[in-house]
């Protein structure tokens, strides 16, 4: 190799080493910051893009559970409110039955009259309250059924159908105006009084089944949101124990290369011990 003050092939080879190892280290000291591999494009532009895009996907199954959420919430108000709907119907039952007795007086027909017309009035205010964020399932308001997404493409919907629990309607068939006031109206009401229980354990029974349904794809949008994530990590995220390992091995490497350019940039010195007499 020639001896030159000019050109010092050692020192530029120590350098260019050197800023290699700076870039290596400064490169695994974001990833030990960050705690990924593939923070931004210029990492690695093809990683990158998969990752924002199943990012995108995770974004959307959010929006999906949300809805979910909020079906799920509607139709739990609309069980609740038909559960209670059902006891009362109990209720009524029994007191229309103790009506159709034509031994009592007149005294006690009417209170039971009155009890009567007190349950019913208070059916009423269970469907008129069984409501959600404005949604109501009980009262006869949403005629089709209210829809959610249920993908991340929404094209594809869980429907939440209406249970219409109004007096005087086809599932409870007694108007708001009915009367134990004779024995025989009462006697009549005992058997509507049967069948509106009947349709309303029935409404029950869809209600419950379509809870389950939004329960079911609440849980897979959960499990399926959980892939992506870990899929994600595996594309983007870095291993720390080995980024750790490399890191401690490239400060020793950054150290060694300092000194090999130190000891490079002597060469000037030697040339001129050689003109030394």
Do not use: C, P, W
Request: aromatic fraction near 4%; proline fraction near 0%; avoid cysteine.
């Amino acid at each position: 190799m020639v001896s030159s003050v000019h050109t010092n092939s050692a020192a530029m080879s120590a350098l260019q080493v050197l800023n290699k190892t700076n870039s290596d280290l400064e490169q695994t000291q974001n990833r030990v910051a960050s705690g990924y591999k593939v923070g931004g494009a210029r990492d690695d532009s093809a990683v990158f893009a998969v990752a924002q895009g199943m990012r995108g996907d995770i974004g959307a199954l959010a929006a999906v559970r949300t809805s979910l959420d909020r079906a799920n919430s509607i139709v739990d108000v609309a069980i609740a409110g038909s559960e209670s709907i059902s006891d009362l119907l109990i209720e009524l039952r029994s007191k229309a039955l103790a009506a159709s007795d034509t031994s009592i007086n007149g005294a006690a027909r009417s209170a039971y009259d009155e009890d009567f017309k007190s349950l019913i009035s208070q059916i009423s205010t269970i469907i008129n309250n069984s409501e959600f964020d404005g949604a109501n399932l009980l009262d006869g308001s949403q005629t089709n059924g209210i829809g959610f997404i249920a993908d991340i493409d929404s094209t594809d919907q869980i429907t939440l159908d209406t249970e219409n629990l109004s007096l005087g309607g086809s599932i409870i068939t007694f108007a708001a105006t009915a009367s134990l006031g004779t024995a025989t109206l009462a006697s009549g009401l005992v058997s509507t009084i049967d069948t509106s229980l009947s349709n309303v354990n029935a409404a029950l029974s869809r209600l419950g089944a379509t809870a389950n349904r939004v329960d079911t794809h609440v849980s897979f949008v959960s499990k399926l949101s959980d892939s992506l994530e870990q899929g994600v990590g595996n594309l983007v995220d870095a291993d720390l124990s080995k980024e750790s390992a490399r890191l401690q091995a490239l400060q020793v490497k950054q150290q060694l290369g300092v000194q090999a350019l130190s000891i490079a940039n002597q060469n000037s010195q030697t040339i001129l011990s050689l003109f030394q007499g």
